[in-house]
């Protein structure tokens, strides 16, 4: 029996400008969704508990037919998985994960190891990374109001309400606090070296994403670790990040000038 296309909707983050830069970041990181889970038979509903929780931590998934990467084998974690509500034929799941983990897929191989087989008949994302279903979410209609008022009114209160500062793509992110002058080196593409580094987040290990900022808190790249945080703080050289994507604008600090 072939099953329709299941209904799916939520949290999709929109960025302008240079903030495109940053969506890499919102792709990798965690995600929730809550779905539907449509058992194809009754089943025990201890059971069923106990192979749900059997799917949290790490698991082995392969990609659905439909699917838009290579059909291999693959790890992903599973953060946590909670039963919101049963009304059989029909499990409400939450559902915290890694980026890149089928949630159909997930459902399917639940529905074959309770031996009853069962589809996602409904998903729902509601968050990626640090947004969430809460006061910053936007509908599209809110934001073609928005754009209406700007252009009809010239008041753009309810725009600047909508659209959130690309620093929010980031906030995730180990964060890396530096010098003015660091600040202009690294828009022409300097790595930073530790003797610019103000404020280092602590926890940061080498090969981890970071997010750099100015002391004022503006965004100013984000880049690559390559070193712990323990090391940033003994040694007094070194290069700490490699600039991976810069996003101010040139000139906005001045350039350190050479006697």
């Given amino acids: 029996m072939r099953w329709g296309n299941p209904k799916t909707s939520g949290i999709l983050p929109i960025a302008l400008g240079s903030a495109t830069k940053l969506l890499k970041y919102l792709s990798l990181s965690r995600k929730a969704y809550v779905a539907v889970m449509q058992l194809h038979r009754e089943v025990n509903e201890d059971r069923l508990r106990e192979v749900v929780q059997e799917f949290t931590g790490k698991i082995y998934q392969k990609p659905p037919v439909r699917s838009s990467v290579k ?31 089928y949630i159909r897929k997930l459902i399917h191989d639940m529905g074959d190891v309770l031996g009853v087989g069962a589809h996602m008949r409904e998903l729902r994302r509601v968050r990626t990374g640090p947004f969430k279903e809460d006061d910053t979410l ?32 980031v906030s995730h992110l180990p964060k890396v606090v530096v010098t003015d002058s660091a600040a202009a ?55 700490a990040v490699k600039t991976k994507r810069v996003i101010m604008g040139r000139d906005v600090y001045p350039r350190k000038q050479s006697k």
């Fill in 138 to 169: 936007v509908t599209m209609h809110s934001l073609s109001e928005a754009v209406y008022i700007l252009n009809e009114l010239r008041d753009d209160s309810q725009l600047r309400k909508a659209i959130l500062p690309g620093e929010y793509c």
């Fill in 185 to 239: 080196s690294i828009t022409y593409g300097a790595d930073l070296a530790v003797p610019g580094i103000s404020y280092i987040h602590q926890g940061i290990r080498k090969g981890d994403d970071v997010a750099i900022f100015t002391l004022k808190g503006e965004l100013v790249a984000t880049g690559i670790a390559q070193m712990h945080t323990e090391e940033v703080l003994e040694k007094g050289r070194g290069i």
């Fill in 71 to 101: 059909r291999a084998l693959r790890v992903k974690t599973i953060y946590k998985i909670e039963i919101i509500e049963i009304k059989h034929p029909f499990v409400l799941l939450y559902v915290e994960c890694e980026h890149g983990t």
